[in-house]
T-cell receptor, first 110, second 110 residues
Framework: EPEVTQTPSHQVTQMGQEVILRCVPI?????FYWYRQILGQKVEFLVS????????KSEIFDDQFSVERPDGSNFTLKIRSTKLEDSAMYFC????????FGPGTRLTVL | DAKTTQPNSMESNEEEPVHLPCNHS???????IHWYRQLPSQGPEYVIH???SNVNNRMASLAIAEDRKSSTLILHRATLRDAAVYYC???????????FGAGTRLTVKP
């Protein structure tokens, strides 16, 4: 069964550093998403991406964040200058007839 | 997305059916009812979705009230592996994001 994959599974970084989280969506899906979940809290929508551009974004997705689909298979989330409060699980998702989520990347900002 | 209301938590015994309720009194005519679940330390997992008619799949059944203001996710025989947070989410087919609430935390007792 096709699945969304994410790398790395765990990323540790220093505050102020840039991080790139990577995702490989399901191959015939056209809509891509990033969500985050701070420990013990609900899953929060960050951004959706369709036809090589952002289609919707939440108030969380500020100028520190960017997304890219660099090569037709990967979908990345970049955080330019990480803050302590960016520590969370980050989930990628893709949608065809239904939306499927990846296993997540745990980002720890020290 | 229209708001949904779910109980914070429910308990079930293993091998017994579980009925997880969701109220969505402000649902619009184009909103689909989606159910996802999140097992501990995993990403959200698609369970089932429907519009007006009851739906069955290998994981669960979805019973939708005639006025569509409520729905019930039915797990026919709960297993320990079904212990998770279950989310009821409304999404218009044109909407490009999915907003999670707090969900119902299901505990399954052996």
């Amino acid at each position: 069964e096709p699945e969304v994959t994410q790398t790395p599974s765990h990323q540790v970084t220093q505050m102020g550093q840039e991080v790139i989280l990577r995702c490989v969506p399901i191959s015939n899906h056209l809509y891509f998403y990033w969500y985050r979940q701070i420990l013990g809290q609900k899953v929060e929508f960050l951004v959706s991406f369709y036809n090589n551009e952002i289609s919707e974004k939440s108030e969380i997705f500020d100028d520190q964040f960017s997304v890219e689909r660099p090569d037709g298979s990967n979908f990345t989330l970049k955080i330019r200058s990480t803050k302590l409060e960016d520590s969370a699980m980050y989930f990628c998702a893709s949608r065809g007839t239904e939306q499927f989520f990846g296993p997540g990347t745990r980002l720890t900002v020290l | 997305d229209a708001k949904t209301t779910q109980p914070n938590s429910m308990e079930s015994n293993e091998e017994e059916p579980v009925h997880l309720p969701c109220n969505h009194s402000t649902i619009s005519g184009t909103d689909y009812i989606h159910w996802y679940r999140q097992l501990p330390s995993q990403g959200p997992e698609y369970v089932i979705h429907g519009l007006t008619s009851n739906v069955n799949n290998r994981m669960a059944s979805l019973a939708i009230a005639e006025d569509r203001k409520s729905s019930t996710l039915i797990l026919h025989r709960a297993t320990l592996r079904d212990a998770a947070v279950y989310y009821c989410i409304l999404r218009d087919d044109w909407s490009n994001d999915m907003r999670f609430g707090a969900g119902t935390r299901l505990t399954v007792k052996p």
